[in-house]
């Protein structure tokens, strides 16, 4: 299931960020060997993950498994201040626009029995958390390989420039379109039929569960 | 290369307002000319011994071509189909490897798609969830030699197949949708698992293991569960 945790929360969720920065690590610097992002304690964290990040992590048990960042376009982002020459054709920014970046499923749940189900999984909450806070579209920076799956879940799409060499992979800045019909067509898809994310019921201030 | 990025995007928002396949297809070739390429085929990309006929989704090829292909039996031969099956990112045809000067049947082919006017060849893979491959090709006398040219028509190649699919052109002959634990019954199956098996390690009931494998077999078009595998690993749905 999909937690969703904010600079409101975060203070619950302390071992599970922390298992999110190692996976991170693993995955982006160990397997993926994008040496820049490696630190001496193995937590793999930028520039980008400050207060105005909201992470939305898949924990099975309290095994963080999966998981993705986003960040307010309106704010410095990786588009913005990394990579502003992909998206030739500008970098939109508005407060109904963020990025969405290191989407990421822990190497072993990609095979196997649950293979598949955690991207699905973060596929929906996505789509699901923008659409219940009124994010209208995602801007991305994804190797092209990306698109196929995106197209054949019904998103819609625009590229922000030309796609380039990173780390060797062609990639290419995009703009992810979200609504109601892309959620229903990628809940179709996986044969997800309600909410993937929990209801942690976390975020109420503290007099109410009190009250409760 | 901001002129070659506003092609792209003109390009691209051109084909989301487009509703038919024909429509689809006049525009890709305009574009596609306009970088030198005068033929292209949008196809799914089946191993051998399937032949390539049957999953066409789009065939812009010269005149003659395509029933010389056929006839001479040249997709089990084709390098640049071989080279496709393998890749994830596009290349030009002339990158492809394959035995020179030794009248190999695929030099042949090579030789008698230049005598059809298709010197310059670039591909573009498109790799689907299913781990199918399809593809946009094209090829031409003179194409543009600008890499940002190259770039361009990788993000539109992608699009026009993105919309040419939306648009049902390839129902017809599209590899067939299996959901994920269809695939994953399927997969087991070939392992040797019997239905038993199979249920606890999905942790799922045996009848719903024999239905759903039933459903496989049905959408493969297949009498039964062992039929199905063979389908499904011919076709590239399973990986074993």
């Known amino acids: 299931m999909i937690h969703i945790i904010t600079s409101r929360n975060r203070g619950f969720y302390k071992p599970e960020l922390d298992q999110h920065f190692r996976l991170r690590h693993d995955i982006y610097v160990v397997e993926r060997k994008w040496r820049d992002l490696a630190k001496p304690d193995r937590l793999e964290r930028d520039q980008f993950d400050n207060d105005d990040a909201i992470y939305l992590l898949a924990i099975d048990g309290r095994t963080v498994v999966g998981g993705s960042r986003l960040v307010p376009s309106t704010k410095p982002h990786l588009l913005s201040e990394v990579f502003p020459h992909l998206a030739q054709c500008g970098v939109p920014r508005a407060p109904s626009v963020y990025e969405w970046t290191r989407v990421h499923v822990a190497k072993d749940r990609r095979e196997g029995r649950n293979r598949g189900r955690v991207l699905d999984s973060i596929f929906c909450g996505i789509l699901e958390y923008c659409l219940a806070e009124g994010i209208s579209s995602m801007t991305a920076l994804v190797e092209m390989w990306w698109l196929p799956h995106f197209h054949e879940m019904g998103w819609t799409l625009r590229p922000l420039g030309l796609p380039e060499l990173i780390e060797g992979e062609w990639s290419i800045a995009i703009e992810l379109q979200v609504d109601e019909r892309t959620l229903a067509s990628t809940r179709t898809m996986f044969g997800i039929a309600k909410s993937t994310i929990v209801d942690t019921k976390i975020e109420q201030p503290t007099i109410h569960r009190v009250l409760a | ?138 090829a031409g006398r003179s194409v543009d030699l600008d890499p940002s040219a190259k770039r361009v028509v990788h993000v539109i190649s992608m699009f026009a197949h993105a919309r040419i699919s939306a648009l049902g052109g390839s129902k017809a002959h599209d590899p067939v949708a299996l959901t994920s634990t269809e695939r994953e019954i399927l997969s087991w199956t070939a392992a040797g698992k019997s239905s038993w098996e199979i249920a606890q390690i999905l942790n799922i009931a045996k009848s719903t293991v024999d239905t759903l494998a039933n459903r496989a077999a049905k959408k493969l078009d297949a009498v039964n569960r062992t039929q199905a595998v063979v389908n499904a690993i011919r076709g590239q749905y399973i990986s074993v």
């Not at chain 2, 574009?31 to 999953?55: C, D, H, M, Q, W």
């Not at chain 2, 994830?88 to 394959?98: L, Q, T």
């Not at chain 2, 030099?107 to 689907?128: H, K, T």
Request: proline share 7%; aromatic share 14%; glycine share 6%.
């Open chain 2, 1 to 138: 290369m901001l002129q070659y990025a506003e092609r792209m995007f003109n390009a691209v928002s051109t084909f989301e307002s487009l509703s038919t396949q024909k429509d689809v297809t006049d525009k890709l070739a305009t574009i596609l000319s306009s970088f030198g390429y005068s033929a292209f085929l949008i196809t799914n990309v089946p191993e051998p011994p399937l032949r390539l006929e049957p999953y066409i989704l789009l065939n812009g090829w010269p005149k003659g071509w395509s029933e010389h292909y056929s006839k001479s039996d040249y997709y089990k031969f084709d390098p640049v189909a071989t080279w496709c099956r393998k890749s994830i990112d596009p290349f030009e045809w002339s990158e492809v490897p394959y035995p020179r000067g030794m009248n190999s049947r695929a030099e042949e082919v090579m030789n008698v798609a230049r005598d059809f006017g298709m010197i310059e060849g670039f591909l573009v893979p498109i790799v689907r969830s299913s781990g199918f491959h399809a593809c946009v090709t094209m």
